[in-house]
């Protein structure tokens, strides 16, 4: 049968029994039933449950749990009482410890798997605060006229609905205990139903709040939101457009920032640029990759999806020279900003497209003697072929998504002549599938 003659059949509509088998990549539990893969949201491994069908696909299923029959000695109460609901978090329901456990295993098997690789050493996990870790976030907003309420949250499980929750344990405490605030602050705008998203960073003494508007805000709404800041310490931006519209509300704003305290810097970041979700994990990574990448005062060192500078101004410290590539023209300015402001001179930013051929460029026309990598959940394969040309002895590769570095690591490891000397994971999102990782390749 094609593709386009499938029709799906109608979902059963009692609760079916399953025995779960796995836990997936997105954390919801794997079961067979009727010869079909089924993803069931809320099961945990060796769990026997009764499940209701939610979507029904060619190759696989969906579903929710109805009830647990025999429960795993890992399934936990959740802390928030929104967990069941909030598509915010999706393992509050497993141990910590068993959460560490299932993001290793799943990374390792990617290697396997993917790149048909092997860590010839499995690096102890990167641990943090496992409450309030979260300093960035975008929360939704949606005005519910048949509620009569207006919510602010993330959205529901498998649902683009926003949660209606009143709290937030895993939002930085200045943010994640004021929902309720936020939301009676929206409910008297005048243009509270042309608001779909709040963006969130909290710097180490200042929280910032972006408010996403689909119109121009009139000036009583100008007003509210300069109170509602003084009043609770937020610096407050209106974005009309893209990032780059963003407007402060307030005269006396000033960029958040965060301190790697190790290192002596500081790091300045416009609100809507990319930094990491979870400081204390950060410190920790940035440590970590200093001493896997091992810069001498010798070393020339290349910073690939180098952003603000968060891994290259570390290792500006310790190398002779390092040069940091971005794609986005705004990190590479902001980058710049932060290696006068660190005083820093050992160091040069460019802005690159690495997912296309880099020969070209001024800064490919060098060899390097250490790589480091951080890319976005795409991967890095375009650039990873081209990296034997840099003839580097040593790579560190930070990874937000185990299939690409995978993927990359295969390609490292059987294309590119290097071999995989470890990999271990890092927990940057306690309680979510999410996982974060870093691997040591060595030629």
């Known amino acids: ?42 099961a945990l491994p060796g769990e026997t449950i009764h499940f209701i069908y939610s979507k029904n696909h060619r190759d696989y299923a969906e579903g929710r749990v109805a009830a647990i029959v025999t429960a795993s000695s890992e399934r936990i109460q959740p802390h928030c009482p929104n967990a069941d609901i909030c598509g915010g978090c999706s393992l509050q329901h497993l141990t910590h410890e068993a959460q560490i456990h299932h993001k290793q295993t799943l990374l390792l098997e990617q290697l396997r798997r993917i790149g048909k690789v092997e860590p010839a050493q499995v690096f102890a996990p990167i641990r943090g605060p496992l409450w309030g870790y979260r300093h960035r976030a975008r929360l939704s907003v949606k005005d519910v006229r048949k509620k009569g309420q207006l919510l602010v949250g993330f959205r529901e ?58 119109d121009d805000a009139p000036p009583e709404d100008w007003a509210r939101l300069r109170a509602f800041g003084a009043q609770h310490g937020f610096d407050i931006y209106l974005q009309r457009q893209g990032p780059d519209s963003i407007v402060p509300v307030q005269s006396d704003t000033v960029l958040p920032h965060y301190s790697l ?13 990319f930094t990491q979700v979870n400081p204390a994990i950060n410190r920790s ?75 070209q460029a001024e800064w ?66 306690p309680h979510t599938a999410h996982v974060e990782s870093i691997a040591l390749f060595e030629r």
Not at 261 to 273: M, Q, R, V
Not at 309 to 338: C, I
Not at 395 to 411: F, H
Not at 415 to 426: K, Q, S, T, V, W
């Open 285 to 359: 990574m940035v440590a970590r990759a200093l001493e896997l990448l091992a810069p001498g005062p010798q070393d020339a060192v290349l910073d690939l999806f180098c952003g603000l500078g968060n891994f290259t101004l570390p290792l500006a410290q310790r190398a002779k020279a390092v040069v940091g590539v971005e794609g986005e023209m705004g990190l590479v300015r902001q980058a710049r900003d932060n290696a006068r402001h660190n005083g820093i001179d050992n160091v040069a930013f460019y802005a690159t497209d690495l997912f296309q051929e880099v020969g």
């Open 364 to 429: 490919a026309q060098r060899r390097y003697d250490k790589i480091l990598l951080d890319p976005a959940r795409a991967g890095a394969q375009e650039i990873v072929r081209q990296l034997p040309r840099f003839a580097a002895r040593r790579v560190v590769y930070v990874s937000c998504n185990p299939a690409t570095l995978a993927r990359d690591a295969g390609i490292l490891v059987h294309e590119a002549g290097y071999r995989l000397l470890g990999a271990g994971i890092m927990d940057m999102f």
């Open 261 to 273: 305290p190790e290192s002596g810097l500081d790091f300045h970041y416009n609100p809507t640029e």
């Open 1 to 42: 049968m094609s593709r386009r003659n499938y029709q799906r059949k109608p979902l059963p509509k009692d609760a079916r029994a399953a025995v779960i088998d796995s836990l997936n990549h997105d954390g919801r539990g794997v079961a067979r039933v009727d010869g079909k893969v089924v993803f069931i949201d809320g």
């Open 157 to 214: 499980k498998a649902s683009p609905f926003v949660a209606d929750i009143q709290a937030c344990p895993v939002l930085h405490p200045a943010v994640g205990t004021r929902l309720l605030e936020l939301r009676a602050l929206l409910a008297g705008l005048k243009l509270r139903e042309l608001i779909p998203q709040i963006e969130i960073a909290v710097g180490d003494h200042r929280s910032t709040l972006v408010f996403r508007i689909l």
